[in-house]
């Protein structure tokens, strides 16, 4: 367990935590880290818990051409950051879309097709007031889709399909 929780550290996340085959849980919000995206962390073996909230990362988060799969992870907290896309397809993540994703609010492209979510499209989703592209495809989503949607004046690409929607 590494916990930095909100300290003052700044630059880039240390690219020696990689090393760290048996971290399970890597706090590392409220702090002032500036940088993209450390995807190399998404090949760590054990993490369960990955927090980088309220910092100031940036860019757009996607599957680089190696592994990323998040293979035991059960939270992932990038809330209150500068990020522009999320592409997390194909991860086999489990359970509902957090509602924190609204407070991305420069998002651009959120892309968590091809998952095991399920439950409710959060209606919280409008407040992604510059998306671009939103794809939830091949998910076990239930419910309707929010009336919110409808106010996404930046949306273009919207891709709901295979899922239980009513």
């Not at 590392?28 to 995807?39: A, E, L, N, R």
């Not at 407040?127 to 239930?142: A, G, M, Q, W, Y």
């Amino acid at each position: 367990m590494i916990d930095f929780d909100n300290n003052s550290l700044q630059g880039r996340v240390p690219k020696s935590l990689a090393n760290c085959v048996k971290l399970k849980f890597l706090n590392h919000g409220d702090s002032q880290i500036t940088d993209v995206f450390p995807s190399w962390l998404g090949t760590l073996p054990e993490v369960e818990v990955l927090i980088l909230k309220s910092n100031n990362f940036h860019g757009e988060i996607e599957e680089p051409q190696t592994a990323f799969e998040f293979p035991k992870h059960r939270i992932i907290d990038l809330s209150h950051n500068r990020f522009t896309a999320i592409i997390l397809s194909d991860n086999n993540f489990v359970g509902e879309i957090p509602t924190s994703i609204a407070n991305l609010k420069g998002l651009r492209t959120l892309n968590l097709s091809n998952n095991n979510l399920r439950g409710y499209i959060p209606s919280t989703l409008s407040n992604l007031t510059v998306i671009e592209s939103l794809d939830l495809s091949r998910n076990k989503l239930t419910g309707q889709i929010p009336q919110q949607v409808a106010d996404l004046t930046s949306l273009s690409f919207f891709n709901v399909s295979h899922n239980h929607l009513s």
